[in-house]
């Protein structure tokens, strides 16, 4: 695999040779977003409701925001678009692609609001909207887990899918749990280490408000990730990735690049920038966005 233990800063621009194909495929997942979220866009109280959330993340209460119901729709409406494309170009990849083609078992943390389903959807689907996708002999399962009740979110994106895609339940399955990654049950272990691809897109940042159990989390992860097995850690690339430990700073990833006895870098790569296709048809604004990406094997 290439980019072993190269670290840079990389523009994710789409070729120009390729250029109208990904506007396609990108157009396809945001309408799945617009089918799926066309409920919650509706509500007279949702640009208010959307304002809150962006208030709480300011100061990281995140409790405040996934904890209430009646935000998960807003959030997912807006923030899941940017997040579903930037997945879908990630899982395109040829490392990752490679992964997705084995059809594993794929288990992605603190994904209840949808992106990784969708990203990790399109990808394993060659041609979404077309009836070679139909019949791709895919079979794998994406596992999304979160510590609150996204289920009827996920359902609707699920529902959608396969109505706009044709992907069948025999060609991916989709599995929902609940469960709390600052203090991990044995059932998030077991999962952990039953998947030959592990995710944690957008997530471990969020863990480090409880600094303690956030690195019980990596030694779980050192713990039940499966020899041979992929992990995948993805996040945002600025200042919200810091981590402050006693007096010293730190970018979050650098907990598990410490641990090269455990995890062998395939992709390391401190800034990307993921720009989507001009003239996409959504509701809502889509932005760009600038992450760090790690794909780890474990040893």
């Avoid at 509706?42 to 962006?54: T, V, Y």
């Avoid at 494309?85 to 990849?93: A, H, S, V």
Wanted: with cysteine; aromatic share 12%; glycine share 6%.
């Amino acid at each position: 695999m290439s980019d072993m233990g190269a670290t840079r800063e990389r523009s994710a621009v789409p070729k120009r040779s390729g250029e109208q194909d990904n506007t396609s495929q990108q157009q396809r997942i945001l309408d799945v977003l617009r089918m799926a979220c066309a409920e919650a866009m509706r509500r007279p109280d949702f640009a208010e409701r959307l304002q809150e959330i962006k208030q709480r993340f300011y100061v990281r209460d995140f409790d405040g925001i996934f904890l209430d119901p009646t935000n998960l729709s807003v959030y997912t409406a807006n923030y899941v678009p940017r997040r579903a494309l930037c997945y879908y170009e990630i899982f395109n990849r040829s490392e990752l692609k490679s992964i997705i083609n084995m059809r594993p078992n794929v288990y992605c943390l603190g994904a209840g609001s949808g992106s990784e389903l969708l990203g990790i959807s399109a990808a394993a689907s060659c041609d979404i909207g077309s009836s070679s996708a139909a019949k791709t002999n895919l079979s794998m399962t994406i596992h999304s887990q979160d510590y609150t009740d996204w289920s009827s979110i996920l359902s609707t994106l699920e529902e959608t899918i396969r109505y706009k895609w044709g992907i069948t339940e025999q060609q991916i399955k989709y599995q929902f749990s609940m469960g709390d990654l600052l203090h991990t049950s044995p059932d998030i272990e077991r999962n952990i280490a039953s998947s030959q691809l592990v995710t944690a897109m957008f997530v471990f940042n969020e863990l480090f408000s409880d600094k303690s159990n956030a690195m019980n989390f990596v030694k779980t992860m050192v713990k039940c990730v499966a020899p041979g097995s992929y992990f995948l850690l993805v996040d945002s690339a600025g200042s919200f990735s810091s981590i402050k430990v006693g007096d010293k700073s730190y970018m979050s990833y650098m907990f598990f690049d410490s641990l090269g006895k455990h995890f062998t870098p395939i992709i390391s790569e401190d800034s990307v920038w993921f720009r989507h296709a001009p003239g996409l048809d959504y509701p809502l604004g889509v932005e760009n966005m600038r992450y760090f990406l790690r794909l780890y094997q474990k040893q």
